[in-house]
């Protein structure tokens, strides 16, 4: 996970009145953000201030280092801040502030989607619950039914497992990609050298072994070799949700996989012969609020997959990019810097 952390650190100096003075260490090296970030800090709301210097003064007393976080509001926004306090003389202190503040905000975002997807995953099953009880109820006398209503009776469930199946692939599938999005939520350390094509290839067999009576053709050139220094998991997360798509939206034809490789970046596409989108469905694809198109087999989906995608992918510096004409097909980009 890339961080965006600032930090800063005072010189605290305790005087005689058991008062403190912050003093910025090297403030001119400062960039213009931060410069206003420490301008924010040195401007703490009156609570926030006094409870900083309140534990300034009982660190550097009690020569203990104190470690805590501190939340404010400045302006109506909230910031959140890591401080940690070194004691060095009897007089004075090292305060050293981590701006957290981004990352507090992305798992403030993160909680919401995890509310929302719950929400979208508890839904349709509270249909399938009302079919089964009233099975189960009509089932409760069976013995004393005519030979006609029993005909009836598995004739209309017959009708209805196709709904049940599909609901409950979908809710599955957007199950497995929530979960696999929140393991995702990682850190830079777990960053790896990893075979690209391996990734792909093993997504590609997925999606075969999954729709082995399916008339699309998957299509995929292996021409180079190519190891990303990167987040593997992210890669096989995104590709299986992109395929997956692919597959939902194509009657026949193909889908393709190209990777091109350059000094800056990976870039990996994924096309198919299927519906396309319109410029509006396009626009809205990557959003909380995506139209909730139907796949040929009467699959529906909440597009909600595609929008966690995009925001991990985002979180790591990836980036995915859709092109689509409608009814000919759509191609979706993703971009693996090499930095």
């Known amino acids: 996970m890339q961080r965006q952390i600032s930090i800063f650190i ?83 202190a090292r305060v050293v502030f981590c701006d957290f503040t981004e990352q507090q905000r992305g798992q403030d975002t993160w909680l919401k989607m995890i509310g929302l997807a719950a929400h979208d995953i508890r839904g349709p099953f ?42 409950i692939n979908n809710q599955l599938l957007l199950s497995t990609t929530l979960m696999s999005w929140a393991a995702s939520y990682i850190r830079e350390d777990q960053k790896l050298i990893f075979d690209l094509n391996e990734v792909i290839i093993k997504n590609i067999d997925a999606a075969k072994l999954k729709n082995r009576n399916s008339k699309i053709v998957f299509l995929y050139d292996q021409k180079i070799n190519v190891n990303i220094f990167g987040y593997q998991e992210v890669i096989e997360l ?53 139209n909730q198109k139907t796949g040929i087999g009467g699959e529906k989906s909440n597009g909600l997959g595609l929008y966690l995608c995009q925001h991990i992918l985002s979180q790591v510096g990836y980036k995915i990019s859709v092109t689509s004409i409608l009814g000919k097909g759509s191609t979706f980009t993703i971009i693996v810097p090499k930095n």
């Open 10 to 92: 005072f010189q605290a100096l305790l005087h005689d009145d058991s008062k403190v003075e912050f003093i910025p260490e090297s403030p001119s090296l400062l960039s213009d953000s931060q410069q206003s970030k420490l301008i924010m800090i040195q401007s703490l709301p009156t609570a926030s201030a006094q409870q900083l210097e309140d534990i300034c003064v009982q660190s550097i007393s009690n020569q203990k280092r104190h470690e805590f976080d501190l939340t404010c509001i400045i302006d109506e926004d909230t910031f959140s801040y890591h401080v940690l306090i070194q004691p060095e003389t009897i007089e004075s």
């Open 126 to 167: 509270h249909p399938l619950l009302g079919y089964v009880s009233c099975y189960l109820e009509e089932f409760s006398g069976w013995e004393n039914k005519s030979i006609d209503d029993k005909l009836a009776l598995l004739e209309d469930i017959k009708k209805t497992i196709p709904f049940f199946h599909t609901a």
């Open 238 to 290: 995104t590709l299986s949700n992109l395929i997956n798509n692919c597959l939902k939206y194509t009657q026949e034809g193909s889908i393709t996989v190209v990777v091109t490789d350059d000094n800056e970046k990976v870039t990996i596409s994924v096309s198919d012969t299927g519906v396309g989108m319109s410029q509006e469905e396009v626009n809205k694809l990557f959003s909380l609020h995506p």
